[in-house]
């Protein structure tokens, strides 16, 4: 698939490399269903693949952004040294630790969605009055700061503050 133009409905013409956003879960379990060898399938959609890791997943998401991890830190409220932790592996975040990394990301509720299934953690629920929130939040590009408002509005625990 690498160097392969695909062309969108639109009849705009995209590298193989921002395919990766543009190919929904439904599409590539489409594809799998119609497929005659898993090798082929696995092969054509290898850009679609999350990766085996939870660290890669991270590094796969610093890249697309074009971010720093110092960006995340500093955008997530979280401490820079336990970030980098986080990115080498050596730090299992809880789970409102990868939501604030979501904001700090500046992932969209997708993204974010797919990071907390990735590192094992369960996903953001729109029907858990909290979760809902987030999700408004990440759905409206919102930054960690507009998000915390919204939280301590409703009464709810804020997101990426160090606990006492």
Not at 54 to 70: C, D, N, S, T, V
Not at 82 to 89: A, P, R, T, V
Not at 116 to 131: G, I, P
């Amino acid at each position: 698939m690498a160097g392969h133009k695909i062309t969108t409905g639109a009849s705009t013409s995209i590298s193989a490399m921002d395919f990766r956003e543009l190919v929904s879960s439904a599409a590539l379990n489409d594809d799998l269903e119609n497929t005659k060898s898993i090798g082929s399938y696995l092969k054509r959609n290898e850009a679609n693949m999350i990766p085996r890791s939870f660290p890669e997943h991270l590094q796969l998401l610093l890249k697309q952004k074009g971010m720093r991890r110092a960006d995340v830190a500093r955008d997530s409220l979280l401490d820079r040294k336990y970030i980098y932790q986080i990115f080498d592996g050596t730090k299992t975040p809880s789970r409102d630790k990868l939501i604030a990394m979501a904001f700090g990301l500046q992932l969209s509720a997708e993204e974010a969605q797919t990071m907390l299934k990735v590192s094992k953690n369960r996903e953001l629920y729109v029907r858990d009055r909290r979760d809902a929130i987030i999700l408004f939040a990440l759905q409206r590009n919102m930054s960690i700061f507009e998000t915390n408002d919204l939280l301590y509005e409703y009464g709810y625990t804020v997101l990426g503050v160090p606990e006492e």
